[in-house]
């Protein structure tokens, strides 16, 4: 299953990489096709990828989604995914894009981080043990590829900074890998906003979380009190845990 992210007209090729093979890959300003690839395309943004945007700019969650943002309800997988509100004009552009580059940089969905490779992984039939592999994402107008600077996959993911990403992508893989486990039925309405909640608003899943019956109902210890209380990517992880308890009652959260 592959990991969210952009969607394009690229060519995927079909060859299955490993962390060990290479390829070769620049870009900067000095490449002809610089920032073309930010713009005409559909961005998925992740949980993980919404939290550190929206700190980043300085927003609430609702502000962040509301101005940036689209909400897609019909998908594959079946759960409701952020896409990245585009330009309205013609060439698309990411509101983010300057002619210098990406004025959030730093803080950049995994899409665009890990541009030109695409990740996937599926679980092992006989271990369980998820297994990965890359691929390159050839698109006409890139010429990143014209270039001669080689890079082991293992030395783009590090340079790229995208271990961290890898991993919050994982949790979001696995609730899909589960939903596609239990069946094609839809979810209802509530598991929508349940899901949406849970992922994307932080400021109304801490609410949910502390300001309803939630913590009379499950047994959660001190420590995980105090640090989902103040620290946002420990509720976006307690937040798989609750997802998976409620959607499809794995056995993450103890009831009281």
Known sequence: MSSPGAASDGTIMDKKLTRNDSFCF????????????????????TPYDTLR?????GMTADEFMDRHTDLRLRTLHGFPELMMKMSENESKRCPFVTDSGCSVYEDRPGACRIYPLGRASKKHPMTGLSQEFYFTVREDHCRGFEFDKKWLISDWLDDQGMEEYNRWNDLLMELYSLKSRKGDDPFAPQHIQM??????????????????????????????????????????????????????????????
Do not use: Y
């Open 26 to 45: 620049e870009c900067g300003p000095h490449v002809p096709c610089f920032t073309e690839c930010c713009g005409k395309l559909q961005l998925c943004l």
């Open 195 to 256: 899901f949406i909640m849970a992922c994307f608003n932080t400021e109304k899943f801490r609410d949910f979380i502390f300001k309803s019956a939630f913590l009379k109902k499950f047994e959660v210890t001190e420590d995980i009190i105090a640090e989902i209380r103040i620290d946002d990517e420990a509720l976006l992880n307690f937040a798989f845990l609750w997802l998976r308890f409620a959607l499809f009652r794995e056995k993450t959260l103890t009831l009281k």
């Open 53 to 57: 945007l929206r700190k980043r700019l």
